[in-house]
């Protein structure tokens, strides 16, 4: 969240896992043990470079329960406004970083009698916390790993070590049928997801056609800030007008503005940020709202979403 104290840490090991994956492992800058977390938190790592500052959320991947040290993965993004070109080119072993208090979107249901855990690339990094959770509590539980092929396989030979006959691997010789899987579980059997559109989509379209209720079935899909046309954002309680640049968030440009709207994942799926529209039209790109809403026009995620016109105003 915005008003939450930030944290110094050291990296003190980077690592090449695939060719667009790299493994950050963190350390509390004065020696102290990191806050604990449960499976399926993220950090926010703050980076600042000149007049500019990015604040991207990534997974936590090690045990919550033994946090003297934290990892996240980073995957290189071709349209990276910044963040993770920042993290892939500018970050050594021995940097110091700056990072938020742990926050979990996507927790495990403790109540579920089985858990199933579907994940696709990059989407593997909130599992690797999530599995600890459920093997240090007995729980049933399988993990599903799809990928392009095995180099992009990231963290698969610890995966496999750990969990055995629980973990499984599939490629394009392998793919996963999600409909059998889904359809041979039983009753009080959560789904997890992570990964790429197609893939949340796929588990959750199938999932709902089978008749599984939505409480049963959980997704994390940060969305990627991508740019777009400049526009101007005008504060309706002040009347200040703010320009929000074509490699900008909304949120981004209000931050460097002095202002600290709320936030907690910064990629269109907890609805924090969630903003009051007032005039103009807005290109919706959370997770978060219905169709419905999105196309009534009274509100916008504005950590994600942009513009759709020249400007706009909102109740801020």
């Not at 990928?147 to 610890?158: M, Q």
């Not at 750990?162 to 793919?175: I, K």
């Amino acid at each position: 969240m915005s008003y939450q104290q930030s944290l110094q840490v050291r990296v003190v090991r980077v690592e090449q896992v695939t060719p667009h994956i790299r493994h950050f492992v963190l350390e509390a800058a004065n020696g102290a043990d990191l806050p604990h977390f449960a499976g399926g938190s993220h950090v926010v790592v703050i980076m600042r470079e000149g007049r500019q500052t990015f604040k991207n959320p990534y997974s936590l991947m090690g045990d919550g329960y033994h946090s003297q040290q934290y990892e996240i993965a980073v995957r290189r993004e071709a349209s990276s406004r910044g963040g993770s070109a920042f993290m892939h080119e500018k970050v050594r072993a021995g940097d110091l970083l700056e990072i938020l208090p742990p926050a979990n979107l996507f927790m495990i249901d403790s109540y579920a009698r089985k858990h199933i855990l579907i994940a696709g690339g990059i989407g593997i990094t909130p599992f690797r916390s999530m599995l600890h959770d459920l093997r240090r509590a007995g729980a049933s539980y399988a993990l599903h790993y799809c990928v392009r092929g095995a180099e992009h396989a990231a963290f698969w030979e610890a995966i496999a070590a750990q969990h055995g006959g629980q973990a499984h691997l599939h490629g394009p010789d392998a793919r996963l049928d999600v409909q059998a899987l889904l359809g041979a579980q039983p009753a009080g059997t959560h789904v997890y997801v992570c990964g790429p559109h197609s893939l949340v989509d796929a588990v959750r379209s199938t999932a709902a056609a089978l008749g599984w209720s939505a409480t049963h079935v959980h997704h994390e899909e940060f969305t990627h800030a991508a740019g777009g046309a400049p526009f101007e954002v005008t504060l309706a309680a002040s009347g200040r007008t703010i320009q929000v640049l074509h490699n900008q968030t909304m949120l981004e440009a209000l931050e460097e503005s002095g202002l600290a709207p709320p936030y907690m994942c910064r990629g269109g799926v907890c609805g924090a940020c969630e903003t009051v529209l007032l005039e103009g039209s807005v290109e919706h790109r959370d997770h978060v709202m219905t169709q419905a809403e999105k196309a009534g026009m009274t509100k916008m995620m504005i950590c994600v979403s942009r513009a759709a016109c020249a400007r706009i105003v909102v109740d801020l």
